[in-house]
């Protein structure tokens, strides 16, 4: 899954970060708080490769 994220992961990545983000919230030492992170770098590596730029 690391490397080869869905549309769906993605999607699921993005409803998971945000649950995350609601319980954790600004909190760095939470035992989420690496998830996060994670999840993160998952959800930004998938937006690289896979949604286009917005050109301004």
Do not use: C, F
Request: hydrophobic fraction near 40%.
């Amino acid at each position: 899954m690391l490397n080869n994220v869905t549309k769906l992961d993605y999607e699921k990545l993005v409803e998971l970060l945000d649950r995350l983000i609601d319980q954790v919230g600004e909190d760095e030492s939470h035992p989420l708080a690496s998830m996060m992170d994670v999840i993160g770098v998952l959800i930004e590596n998938y937006e690289t490769e896979h949604v286009p730029e917005l050109v301004g």
